[in-house]
């Protein structure tokens, strides 16, 4: 088992939109303007009619009062020789040409005395409701037409505020007119805050789903808003944090990897130094008695030493795959390339009849030990894999610079990957060793006539390419 497949990783789990809770900040802002602007023409409204009632109750007392007055010096006295009904007629006829009161006359029997008028225009009529709201109570008053000794009529004197009510339902109507127009510029203002303060908690929600996907190269922007300043700042302390946390977990995890393959290689050297005497001693042993039993007439001894001498040389053989399995060859200074071109060397002597190739691209970086580590055995594990199971004719091993990152390739032309179900635990090692540098493994799959898998290695921005 791959020692690197003990180390803990988290996996990022897939990430699903979140569906959104309570109520939207734009949909709130909207309503609570709305609400505000209402409350606001209710409070004036109610204002204005109330206002509108006193003023038009003052007004029509104000003009009832004069016209009864009006009425009452002007009208003869009824010892006088005169027309009474013609002065009663005229005096009625300009009492109902003035403003806020009415006049009738009528004679004994109660018919009304038709009235010499000039043209008006029919005053503005107010909607019932608001005359139902602001009306007074009315105002009539009765002044008898007499000569001594008969009473020739009666002339009733009457508040009509119909024209004080237009008047205030016109001024009703423009306050509310410029309420409207103030409710939708400030409700525009309102709306236009709120959106400048959402783009700006968009970009900080951008960057925050930036670094929930591990990117945390790119600070929040300053939003230019004092109130968001500090958010700003804590979101973009956190991804520093996040980096350098993640930097020193990368490390430790590529310094685990680095003391897992030297413990990888002491295990080796163990079973090469302790083991392989010893088998040799075994088969060395074996083959004496071999030569000492053949002088003797016992065929089951020598079928039970030849049995003794085979699983004595499958044991070496399992040992020294054990020890090359183990080992990471070749060591010292060589580069990754040097390394993989050896690597493949090797597995062209091991399946000469495979076309292995490598390809990789010119001036790349060179990675750090634990980086040469893992694509190094990736590289082995892949190949090893295609020729144990696949069957292919050739092998094609790329190592190229795409995207900021090292990305190293097996693709070959044989039957295909495995299942899922049979996958064994290799993957999972080389899984866990992208995690663990902050990599990604893509498994083999088909694409074509080819089986592919790639590992990315990213590449520190300041790490120029190998010499």
């Known amino acids: 088992m791959d020692a690197t497949g003990h180390i803990a990783t988290v996996r990022q789990a897939p990430q699903t939109r979140a569906r959104p809770h309570g109520v939207a900040l734009r949909l709130l802002a909207l309503g609570g303007s709305a ?8 409070i004036v409204a109610s204002v204005l009619v109330l206002n509108a009632r006193e003023s038009v109750r003052h007004e029509t007392q104000a003009a009832f ?3 009864n007055a009006f009425a009452t010096l002007r009208l003869p006295t009824s010892f006088a020789r005169r027309d009474m009904m013609a002065e009663a007629a005229s005096i009625a006829a300009d009492i109902e040409s003035q403003r806020h009161v009415a006049a009738e006359l009528r004679d004994a029997t109660g018919r009304p005395v038709p009235l010499r008028l000039p043209p008006q225009p029919p005053p503005d009529a107010a909607p019932r409701w608001f005359a139902a709201l602001i009306r007074p109570e009315p105002l009539s008053d009765l002044i008898p037409i007499a000569q001594y000794p008969n009473v020739l009529g009666v002339l009733e004197i009457r508040a009509d505020p119909r024209d004080e009510i237009a008047e205030a339902w016109a001024d009703f109507r423009r306050i509310l007119a410029m309420l409207a127009v103030t409710a939708l510029a400030a409700i525009g203002v ?4 709120t959106g400048l303060v959402l783009r700006r908690l968009g970009l900080l929600g951008a960057a925050l789903a930036r670094m929930r996907a591990g990117d945390l190269d790119h600070p929040a922007p300053q939003t230019g808003l004092s109130e968001l300043a500090a958010l700003s700042d804590g979101v973009n302390a956190l991804a520093a944090h996040l980096a350098r946390e993640r930097a020193e977990n990368r490390r430790l995890q590529g310094r685990m ?3 897992a393959e030297a413990e990888r290689a002491r295990i080796a050297s163990d079973l090469h130094d302790g083991i392989g005497p010893q088998i040799f001693a075994l088969q060395a042993a074996v083959g004496q008695a071999e030569d000492r039993a ?3 007439p016992d065929p089951a001894l020598s079928a039970a030493l030849a049995a ?4 004595a040389g499958a044991i070496r053989q399992s040992a020294r795959a054990a020890i090359d399995d183990l080992r990471l060859t070749p ?4 580069g990754l390339a040097e390394m993989l071109q050896e690597l493949l060397i090797e597995f062209s002597d091991i399946a000469p009849q495979v076309e292995i190739m490598l390809d990789a691209a010119p001036d790349l970086p060179e990675p750090d030990e634990a980086g040469q580590i893992a694509l190094y055995r990736f590289v082995r594990e892949s190949v090893l894999n295609a020729l144990r199971h696949a069957g292919p004719d050739s092998i094609r091993v790329g190592l190229a610079l795409r995207g900021g990152a090292l990305v190293a390739s097996v693709s070959d032309d044989g039957s295909g990957p495995a299942p899922a179900s049979r996958r064994g635990l290799g993957q999972s090692g080389m899984r866990d060793r992208a995690s663990a540098l902050g990599g990604r493994y893509l498994p083999p799959h088909r694409e074509g006539a080819l089986t592919l898998t790639e590992f ?3 590449c520190p921005p300041d790490q120029g390419p190998a010499r």
């Not at 609400?35 to 209710?42: C, E, H, I, N």
């Not at 309102?190 to 805050?193: D, H, K």
């Not at 003794?308 to 699983?311: E, M």
Request: proline letters at 3%; charged letters at 15%.
């Open 35 to 42: 609400l505000a602007w209402l409350a606001m023409v209710a």
């Open 65 to 67: 009062r004069l016209a």
């Open 190 to 193: 309102t709306m236009a805050i």
């Open 257 to 259: 990897m680095t003391l």
């Open 294 to 296: 053949r002088d003797l």
């Open 308 to 311: 003794v001498s085979r699983h």
């Open 331 to 334: 060591a010292g200074d060589a």
């Open 456 to 458: 990315h290695l990213p």
